[in-house]
């Protein structure tokens, strides 16, 4: 199963890999096949707020304020979806960035529709 963690070149850490493997990694959203996820390890590496995109074999990590694609790589048209739906709840994701910073799990945020 360690052929499925998703291989960013970008720190995620021994602990975010072993819950990719063990699918603990919290959902936030899903919207036309696009699934985004967030994650903290504690007391890890982490220095700028960021999420997870998985769509059809790809993954790619975007940062919050501002919103741009920081590892990976998406179709272009999933990726101006992520854009246009991470700017609309910028807010919410750096309010779940901070609840993951804090212990506790990310709260989910309404889809694109």
Sequence with gaps: MASDVPKLG????????????????????RFF????????????????????????????VFGIGPVELLAGSMPRPQQRLVEAWAMAHEV??????DRLQGGLPPMPIDPLR
């Design 33 to 60: 096949g696009i699934i985004i996820r967030m994650f903290a390890e504690a007391g890890g590496p982490h220095h700028r707020a960021h999420f997870h995109v998985y769509y059809q074999g790809h993954d790619a």
């Design 10 to 29: 970008w720190t995620c850490g021994v602990a975010a890999a072993q819950a990719w493997e063990d699918r603990t990694i919290p959902e936030i959203s």
């Design 92 to 97: 919410e994701l750096g309010l779940d960035w």
